[in-house]
């Protein structure tokens, strides 16, 4: 069962070995994001903040979409919650994805 704040998308697949970058749309909490963050964690690891590791570029807004930066170098075998925390009329949200990597 997902929460209210998963990205419609649910849970994503990444090879240990590929680079994606990935984009949501906020229009279910708000139009014309800003002052976005991300953080991703290794759940696998005890929720250890990894996101200077696993990612890299800026994120970028257009509209209701928010382009994510690169996920990359990630562990096969290991859960990863995406944070995305941003700002939309007025208010602060954050939804998260959950990444499963594979070989």
Excluded at 3 to 11: F, L, N, T, W
Aim: hydrophobic share 35%.
């Amino acid at each position: 069962m997902t929460g209210k704040r998963e990205v419609v998308e649910g849970r994503q697949y990444q090879g240990e070995d590929e680079e994606i970058v990935y984009a949501i749309t906020t229009t279910n909490w708000g139009s014309d994001p800003d002052s976005v963050s991300v953080a991703v964690k290794d759940n696998t690891a005890g929720d250890v903040d990894v996101t200077s590791s696993v990612t890299s570029g800026s994120t970028v807004t257009n509209g209701d979409l928010i382009t994510l930066l690169t996920i990359k170098n990630l562990t096969a075998g290991h859960l990863y919650r995406v944070e995305v925390q941003f700002t939309a009329e007025s208010s602060i949200f954050e939804c998260y994805f959950v990444i499963e990597a594979e070989e």
